[in-house]
């Protein structure tokens, strides 16, 4: 049903595949695994000018990374963002440890990684002949399909569908180029190599998938304070779910009088914007760790605290 389509988007990868990047120039799966990990909800740009190398020199193999502390991942990682991705992994590593699991159900069985990872870091490491299913892969699925709405199963089966068993490496690493570039939320169903099969194109294909109504972000609003000591500066390591591990300010204290008002800061998160407004005040608190400016450069901060303590700075 799709032969001629697949030999198009051979041939469209053959010519227009981002055959440079560098996680398609290995089969590494310790490699291919962090390019993933880092490249969901991220550009290819941020993960490839700023992080994929800077992590991998740092932690060259499973092993490396499974024996460093939680505080040199996080550190790496810091500016990323979604956090979580990088405790997932780290935390993954060492039950693997040191070689990568082979299988698609070794890999789904590591924390963090989910069916689509699994199939991506299979099929292009071991060639393993399964579909993948990235936001930009979903987006042209609905699109082929003419499907407006469906759950991770129906849109699982669509893949397997839609799949090309002879060439599963360069179909799953074109899907991911011409969702990005072509079949992107712009669609260009001209030069697209699909539209000779796609239902959507023959339609509007921006009806597909149905829009989602935005929901309002809801605004978080905290105090942060930057407590000083004999030339140090206090921070407490998170311990929450969110941020978990990284070091920052305290937020909510009770307000202390003879505290400074810096400002406020704003950090919006994907669930929630926050307002902090920061005071400053010097005060030894007992359960609260005191390091020097050139110490903090060690550790890693989110956001929001770089912000609160560049008021700090001024």
């Given at each position: 049903?799709f032969k001629?389509?697949?030999?198009?988007?051979?041939?469209?990868?053959?010519?227009?595949?981002r055959?440079?990047?560098p996680?398609?120039?290995?089969?590494?799966?310790?490699?291919?695994?962090?390019?993933?990990i880092?490249?969901?909800?991220?550009?290819?740009?941020?993960?490839?000018?700023?992080?994929y190398?800077p992590?991998?020199?740092?932690?060259p193999?499973?092993?490396?990374l499974?024996?460093?502390?939680?505080?040199?991942?996080?550190?790496?990682w810091?500016?990323?963002?979604?956090?979580r991705?990088?405790r997932?992994m780290?935390?993954a590593?060492?039950?693997?440890s040191?070689?990568?699991?082979?299988?698609?159900?070794g890999?789904m069985a590591?924390?963090?990684v989910?069916?689509?990872t699994?199939h991506a870091?299979a099929?292009?490491?071991?060639?393993?002949?399964?579909?993948?299913?990235?936001?930009?892969?979903?987006?042209?699925?609905?699109?082929?399909?003419?499907?407006k709405?469906?759950?991770?199963?129906?849109?699982?089966?669509m893949?397997?569908?839609?799949f090309?068993?002879?060439?599963?490496?360069?179909?799953?690493?074109?899907?991911?180029?011409i969702?990005?570039?072509?079949?992107?939320?712009?669609?260009?169903?001209r030069?697209?190599p699909l539209?000779?099969?796609?239902?959507?194109s023959?339609?509007?294909p921006?009806?597909?998938p149905?829009?989602?109504?935005?929901?309002?972000?809801?605004?978080r609003?905290h105090?942060?304070?930057?407590?000083?000591?004999q030339?140090?500066?206090?921070?407490?390591q998170?311990?929450?779910?969110?941020?978990?591990g990284?070091?920052?300010?305290?937020?909510?204290?009770?307000?202390?009088?003879n505290?400074?008002?810096?400002?406020?800061?704003?950090?919006?998160?994907t669930?929630?914007?926050l307002?902090?407004?920061?005071y400053?005040?010097?005060?030894?608190v007992?359960r609260?760790?005191?390091f020097?400016?050139?110490?903090?450069?060690d550790?890693?901060?989110?956001?929001?605290?770089?912000?609160?303590?560049?008021?700090?700075?001024?």
């Amino acid at each position: 049903m799709f032969k001629q389509v697949h030999q198009n988007i051979q041939l469209w990868y053959q010519k227009n595949g981002r055959h440079e990047l560098p996680w398609r120039q290995t089969d590494d799966p310790y490699k291919i695994y962090i390019s993933e990990i880092m490249l969901q909800q991220t550009q290819v740009k941020t993960v490839l000018e700023r992080f994929y190398f800077p992590f991998l020199e740092a932690f060259p193999t499973v092993e490396d990374l499974a024996n460093a502390k939680l505080d040199e991942v996080l550190k790496k990682w810091e500016g990323l963002g979604y956090y979580r991705r990088a405790r997932n992994m780290h935390e993954a590593v060492q039950t693997v440890s040191p070689v990568m699991p082979r299988s698609v159900e070794g890999l789904m069985a590591m924390k963090g990684v989910g069916q689509s990872t699994a199939h991506a870091v299979a099929s292009f490491a071991y060639q393993t002949k399964v579909p993948i299913l990235d936001a930009n892969v979903k987006r042209i699925l609905y699109r082929v399909f003419a499907v407006k709405k469906a759950n991770e199963k129906q849109l699982w089966q669509m893949a397997y569908d839609f799949f090309d068993k002879k060439n599963p490496y360069e179909f799953n690493q074109a899907l991911m180029d011409i969702g990005s570039t072509i079949c992107s939320k712009k669609a260009q169903c001209r030069v697209c190599p699909l539209e000779s099969a796609c239902l959507g194109s023959d339609l509007n294909p921006h009806d597909y998938p149905e829009k989602k109504i935005k929901k309002v972000v809801p605004v978080r609003e905290h105090s942060l304070y930057i407590y000083t000591y004999q030339n140090k500066i206090a921070l407490e390591q998170r311990k929450g779910e969110f941020l978990h591990g990284l070091w920052g300010f305290p937020l909510n204290e009770n307000q202390d009088f003879n505290a400074k008002d810096l400002g406020e800061i704003i950090q919006k998160y994907t669930h929630f914007h926050l307002h902090a407004k920061v005071y400053t005040c010097e005060l030894y608190v007992a359960r609260l760790v005191y390091f020097s400016i050139n110490e903090l450069e060690d550790l890693a901060l989110s956001s929001a605290d770089y912000k609160a303590l560049s008021l700090y700075l001024k």
